[in-house]
């Protein structure tokens, strides 16, 4: 995919999840959040020529980059991380609903946000 693409699909993706409760529909929340998350990752990875369109990630560590990441990248990946690390617990598994870990979606995705707006707004940005 390319950029705008991804953008695109976040916004499209999030847009979706106005239409549910963080807590009360919490399984979508956080694959809403992992989803739109990846995209954004996505997209700052190709605007700064680390991978090309059409090589996405399918998560923040798969497939493996080959190379070393600027700061913010390895930061993205790692708030990225966090939101896919409470999935299976919540979407495959029976664990228990913790309010916080909806706060820590949405604070992460704010974060995730605001990186990649930073990135895509660079005059390095590749297109």
Known sequence: MKIEEHVDKCM???RSATKFNQDADYEMFVEACMLAGTHLLNAALHGIGITPDGSDLLHSDKPNLD???????????????QIEDLRSGYLRGKASWQPAHGDLC????????????????????KT
């Open 106 to 125: 949405a604070c992460n995705m704010e974060s995730l946000h605001a990186s990649a707006q930073r990135l895509l707004t660079k005059d390095e940005v």
């Open 12 to 14: 499209r993706i999030e």
């Open 67 to 81: 190379v070393a990441v600027p700061t913010e990248i390895a930061e993205m990946m790692r708030k990225l991380k």
